[in-house]
């Protein structure tokens, strides 16, 4: 729990704020942008939130995240925005909030497939009402890792709901009780309307899902850069080979969505060929010496 005598000098007075456990995983900054703010190694309240709105984007943002590093002398809402998780980002697409330390605040997802069933994409910390809100959706078909990091507390969610792990094989040791191991390089079908793209880079074992909704979740081979207003990669967090990021996203330029899912990093939604063209700057920018990150 945020201990306000250890909150961050940054913080403007008020309600809520953000204490020195902070990890500057950014969710806070992602899920109310208009209160949390970048403190250079941290995040800070920078407007106290005043409006329904406001407040109640901020009480998610308690519940979000990864290391309650979040104080707030609105219990009775923070409370009540359990209920607003999972939330829903597109039609059959939802974000699940409840970030794990263990992924370092990385996001979470469920994603319907064509035939009805719900799938997640990477998990969250356990979160009992979560839980309660995955049981009214109809439960969970699988669970689909993009990668090593971000495994949290999947095998949990999938003994719940007798869910099998989908991960690949060059990631498997990070979920050895995988029902599913994705080998080679080549597209698979996971559910129908749902395809695993393999994007080794990141880590070897990196993939990627595509909705035929229009929706890539990418795990944290791709973002939206707020800082730089595009999208983008980095070396400083490429742990296994940026020479083969660079191929992976290539094959991403011919994939037909507009709207992008990370696992950290801003969200974007660029329709009319914009994700192609930010693909393309992108390319051009990593086959350079370096890249801004």
Aim: glycine letters at 8%.
């Amino acid at each position: 729990m945020a201990t306000r005598d250890r909150a961050v000098h940054e913080n403007v007075p008020g309600s809520f704020f953000v204490d020195d456990t902070c990890i500057d995983c950014d969710t806070c900054r992602q899920v109310a942008p208009l209160t949390f703010i970048d403190a250079d190694g941290h995040s800070a309240v920078q407007v106290q939130p005043e409006d329904p709105t406001a407040l109640r984007a901020a009480a998610r943002a308690v519940l979000c995240c990864p290391t309650n590093s979040i104080g707030s002398a609105h219990p009775d809402v923070v409370k009540l925005a359990q209920g607003d998780l999972p939330e829903q980002i597109t039609d059959g697409v939802w974000y699940c909030g409840w970030t794990s330390r263990h992924s370092f605040g990385a996001s979470s997802y469920l994603v319907r497939a064509g035939d009805g069933d719900l799938w997640m994409v990477d998990a969250p910390r356990w979160a009992p009402s979560l839980v309660a809100a995955i049981e009214r959706l109809g439960g969970l078909a699988g669970i689909f890792l993009t990668h090593r990091d971000d495994v949290a507390d999947a095998p949990r969610y999938a003994e719940r709901f007798h869910a099998p792990l989908v991960i690949h094989a060059r990631d498997a040791d990070a979920a050895p009780t995988a029902a599913r191991v994705i080998t080679g390089d080549d597209a698979v079908t996971l559910a129908p309307g749902l395809t695993i793209i393999p994007v080794p880079g990141h880590t070897a074992g990196s993939q990627a899902l595509l909705s035929d909704r229009g929706v890539l979740f990418s795990g944290d081979h791709l973002w939206w850069s707020r800082r730089i207003g595009a999208l983008n990669a980095s070396r400083e967090v490429c742990w296994h080979s940026w020479e083969e990021q660079t191929a992976s996203m290539r094959r991403l330029r011919d994939l037909s969505f507009d709207r992008l899912l990370p696992g950290h990093g801003g969200r974007a939604y660029l329709p009319d060929g914009g994700m192609r063209q930010g693909l393309d700057a992108l390319i051009a920018r990593m086959q350079r010496p370096m890249v801004e990150s």
